[in-house]
């Protein structure tokens, strides 16, 4: 029997993220409980970090920590936090102090002199088949392409979860939950052809059915980011 070692490997999760305008609890409750209310099953033992970055004050993480897990929500950790004060506030309530990668910031490394020009024959990336799945996608089912986009050659039933970590490909009409990008890809996106959505999204950043586009449902739409937030175009 072959024994082996723990290891400590990088990956890549999907985590929400809270961006505080202020520390009051109240809000911070009827937040969640109305994310809560349009998706139990998605949220449901969710990862949740906090943006602080607007912060002017440090909280109580500690009554912090007990609001969100009153929520179901799991807190792990905080970002944008501007001093240390408010860092070691963070570390001694027991949370994560995590970093962006848009803010990290590093010495610029000097250039490499560059190579002699080489012929080289072009290398094809390897491809990965996209998943299909033929039919509709009923209530309670959920369907997963991992490392690979998905294609489904039906609707998808409220209730019902679709995930993919590239792209969704819905030839029918979304009337579930679309989760792309699974694995953090920015690039991915959603197509549908007519959008019922309870929740999309990709990479991390969601849009719940309440702030669909009223002019755009039940057509049939593609679903990119674009700034970091959830951009819906008709398809024409």
Do not use: W
């Not at 449901?44 to 009554?63: G, K, T």
């Amino acid at each position: 029997m072959v024994e082996r070692d723990n290891e400590l490997k990088g990956t890549t999760f999907t985590i929400s993220v809270l961006h505080l305008s202020d520390g009051n609890p109240d809000r911070i409750r009827q937040l969640l409980e109305a994310k809560v209310a349009q998706a139990p099953q998605f949220f449901n033992c969710a990862p949740l970090v906090l943006n602080v970055e607007r912060l002017s004050e440090i909280p109580d993480f500690e009554q912090l920590r007990e609001l969100v897990e009153s929520e179901d929500f799991v807190l792990v950790g905080i970002t944008g936090a501007r001093d240390e004060a408010m860092k070691t506030a963070a570390k001694a309530a027991g949370l994560a102090v995590m970093v962006s990668g848009k803010s990290r910031k590093t010495d610029p490394e000097p250039a490499a002199p560059a190579p002699d020009p080489v012929e080289a024959a072009p290398v094809q990336a390897p491809m990965e088949p996209s998943k299909v799945h033929v039919g509709p996608v009923r209530s309670g089912q959920q369907i997963y392409a991992a490392g690979t986009s998905l294609v489904v050659l039906g609707s998808v039933s409220p209730g019902a979860e679709v995930i993919a970590d590239d792209s969704i490909h819905i030839y029918g009409a979304l009337r579930g939950r679309a989760i792309a990008g699974a694995k953090g890809n920015p690039l991915a996106r959603i197509y549908c052809q007519q959008l019922q959505a309870e929740l999309l999204s990709i990479a991390g950043t969601f849009q719940l059915s309440d702030a669909l586009p009223a002019g755009l449902i039940q057509e049939p739409v593609h679903i990119r980011l674009d700034n970091e937030q959830l951009r819906i175009d008709r398809i024409k």
